[in-house]
C-alpha cells in the first residue's frame, strides 16, 4: 500500500474513465476517499452498489467539498457548467485536472471560472474501450498507457509533480506538451479515425436491407475494425469532434486530398501510384512495432484497445 | 487422417494464403501430394526448406501436371498470365481454383483461358494477415472463416462439392454466391476499409518530421488499427483495387457524402448531427457481437486478423 497522494478526492463523471481511475485509485492505495459526482441518480447508484465510492452524489458542488484532488471526467461540452456549479465550493489549495481528449478549449473554458487558489494540471489518459458507463471500468485500464500532461505556464511545479505522480502510480507513461499541440496530434491519431470509422459503419447502414445482414456476416475481413470505433460513446465523441473543430477539419481535409488521389488512380486504372503509396504505409507499421507500440501478429495476446 | 480428397495439388503461387493452405492440406492428410509453382526461385527454395511440397519450380506449366486440383494464389492481376501459361498442359478432369478476392472479373479472365476439360470453381477464403510470403503461413488461418465460393452456372456440382468439402476440412465455413454479389460486399466489408486504411497512414506520413514520431508513438489511440490494414501486400491491392473498380468506387462515393455530411456538422457546430450519426452506428456494432463475429472486449482472447 502506498501512503496517499491525496486524502479526499472528488471524481465528477462515472463513466468509464471515471470509474476505472476511482478503482485505479483504490486497488493503488492512492487517496484516502473517493467521492463520486455524477448527474445521474442511476450513475450514483451503482457506484455505490459497486463499492467505488464512499459517497455519492448528483449535487456536484456538494462532491467537491473538502476534496484536495477534483477530476473532471464528465464529457467535455459539459466542463463549463460543471466548473461553474462547483468553482465556489472548491478548497483552497485544491488540485483540479481532468482526463478530456481535448485539451486547448478546456483550459480556455475552465481556467477562468477556477478561483486563484486551486492549481489547473489538465490531462488526458490515453486509454479507453468501447463501453461506456460505471461498470464498463477496470483498474488496469491505464496500465501501460501514455497520459499527457497539458499545464498552462505559471502552474505550481508541486501540483503537475502529484498529478504525474498519481497517473504513473497508476501504470501510465506521462508526458507534458502544450494543448495545442496535444490537439493536432491527438485529431491524426484519434480523433480522424475515429470520425472514419464511426463514416463507414454509417455507409454501412445505408445499403440495402440484404446487403446489411452480409457486412455483418462478413464482417470479419476489416470492417470489423471500424465498427469497434464506431461504438464509443456517442456523446463524448460529439464534444470532442466540435471542440477539437480545427484540428479534426485541417486533418481531414489532408485526408481527404489524399483518398481523391488513390481514387483517381483507381478510376484511371493507374497501379504504379496505388502500389507506391501502400508500400510507403507499410513502412509506418513498421515504425510501430519497432516503437513496441504494436506487436507482430503471431504475438499479440490481446486486442488493441480504442483511445480518445 | 483423413483419406486425400486430390491425390496431387499445385498450388501457384506461396504467400500467406498459398503456404497456409499447404499447410492445413498436409496436417489435414486433405491431399497426397503438394507441388508448389511460384514465379520466385527465393519463395521456391523457402518452400521446400520448410517442407511445404514435394517439388518446387519457377515453370508453373510444369507445376501443374498430372495435378488433379490447381490453386491459384498468386495476384489477381496475374490470373491472365499465369492462365495462358498453364492451360495447355492442365490434366483432362482437373479442378481449377483459387483465393483471390474479387471473383467476377477473374471468373471472366480466367475461364475463357481453360479447356473445357476442367472445371473452374472459384473461391474466396476471408482470411489473412498484414504479413506476406511462404513463412508468414501458418494451417490454422482458416479456421472458423468464411470461404466464399463463386461457381458459374453449369460448373459440375461435383466439382464444387469437393472445393467445399476442402474448406470445411480446413476448418472454413462455406457460402456460395453471385460473383457480382460478392464483389460488391467485400468492397464495403474489405476493400473500402483498406483503401481508407491506407489513405490515413498515407496522410500520416506526410505531416511534418516532429508530428510523425508523435503518430507513431501516440498510435495506440486509434491509428493503430488502421497501420495494420494499411501494412498488407502491396501488389495484392493494388490488383484488387484495379480488379474491382466499380464496387469500390461506388462504396467509396457513398463514404465520402457521407463523410461531407459530418464534415459540415463539425464546422457549423451541429452537435445533433453527429450524436444522432454515433449512436446508430453503437448498434452496428451490437449486431456483430450477436452475430458472433466479434467478441465483448474483456471477452477477447486475440486481435481480430485482416483479411482479404
Redesign the interface.
Known sequence: MNVPLFERAAILGFGLIGSSLARALSENGLVGEIVCGDASQVACDAVIELGLASRATTDLADAVHDADLVVFAVPV?AYAAVGHAIAHNLKAGAIVTDVGSVKESVVQSLQPLLPDYVQLVPGHP?AG???SGPRSGFAGLFSG??CVLTPVPGTDPAAIARIRALWEACGSKVEEMDPAHHD???A????????????????????EQD?QA???????????????????D??M???I??SN?EG??E??Q???E??TN??KA??R?D?DI??E????????????ID?R??E??AL?????????
Chains 1, 2 share one sequence.
Not at 188 to 207: C, R
Not at 214 to 232: C, Q, Y
Not at 277 to 288: E, K, L, M, Q, S
Not at 302 to 307: F, I, L, Q
Request: no cysteine; net charge positive.
Open positions: 461540452g490515453l474501450t468501447e463501453n498507457r501514455w493536432r496530434t491527438l491524426i491519431t484519434s480523433h480522424l479515425p475515429h470520425l472514419i470509422a464511426y463514416t463507414i459503419v454509417h455507409t454501412a447502414t445505408e445499403l446487403m452480409e457486412v455483418i456476416k462478413f464482417s470479419a475481413s476489416g470492417f470489423r475494425d471500424f465498427t469497434r470505433l464506431a461504438a464509443s456517442p456523446v465523441w460529439r464534444d469532434f466540435l473543430r479534426v477539419l486533418m481531414l489532408r485526408f481527404t489524399d483518398l488513390l481514387q483507381i478510376r486504372g497501379g496505388l502500389h503509396t501502400f508500400t510507403r504505409t507499410r513502412a509506418v507499421r513498421r515504425g510501430i516503437a507500440q504494436a507482430p501478429e499479440k495476446t490481446g486486442a488493441p484497445r480504442a483511445a480518445s
